[in-house]
């Protein structure tokens, strides 16, 4: 049983083990919804909720269901089906509660059933060993990192919208510079808890 501290499992998959920076997972809809501080917010939030929700969900359905059994091979199946079920609810309920950013988010909502980060998530909770508790806050801190690094480049991408960025380094570049100094910089952090 692994036996890394809670505070040191929820800050680093915040920080030093950003899924999204040091794993390179979720990068498409980070790369592509990142335009504006409005939608980031909006994706960030569904991804927080179905994250969250579903790495629980699939801990209890392998640890509970699919070991006891023997049936630990289609762990891969039951842990996409568990998201697209959330990702359809998600979808639901934005439609109805906020059609503005149902249609900014558009064809990236419903392709969180695909996002890597989500799939990661439940799939890193299995590798290593994580008890229930350390679970949920792994799953949270998975989620906030996610949000955040989300976050910061659509606030910088805005300001970008008022700089002179150099012709050659326009759009993707740029973009792709932006994320590795974010990334080094979340990396600034190793160290702060043992882990």
């Known amino acids: 049983m692994n036996a890394t501290p809670l505070l040191a499992i929820l800050v680093g998959s915040i920080f ?11 990068m ?6 990142s335009n504006r501080i409005s939608t980031a917010l909006g ?19 392998y640890y509970y269901i699919l070991v006891p059994l023997g049936l630990e091979f289609i762990s891969f ?14 979808e639901m309920f934005v ?3 906020s059609p503005t950013l149902y249609y900014a988010l558009g064809i990236f909502l419903p392709l969180i059933t695909v996002n890597c980060a989500i799939l990661g998530a439940s799939l890193f909770m299995v590798i290593r060993s994580y008890n229930l508790s350390q679970t949920i806050l792994y799953s949270a801190g998975t989620g ?3 949000s955040l690094a989300i976050a910061l480049m ?10 002179n960025v150099p012709t050659s380094l326009r759009g993707t570049g740029v973009i792709m510079l ?3 100094v974010i990334a080094m910089t979340f990396m600034g952090f190793a160290g702060m808890l043992s882990m």
């Open 144 to 146: 906030i990192g996610w």
């Open 43 to 61: 994706l960030g939030s569904a991804v927080i909720f179905v994250l969250f929700f579903t790495t629980i969900i699939n801990y209890l359905i």
């Open 178 to 180: 932006i994320a590795g």
């Open 28 to 33: 498409c809809s980070f790369l592509v919804c």
């Open 95 to 97: 439609e109805r509660y």
């Open 154 to 163: 659509a606030g910088l991408r805005e300001k970008m919208g008022y700089s």
């Open 16 to 26: 030093t083990n950003n899924i999204l920076f040091a794993s390179f997972l979720g």
């Open 77 to 90: 199946l039951i842990f996409i089906a568990v998201i697209a079920a959330f990702v359809q609810f998600v």
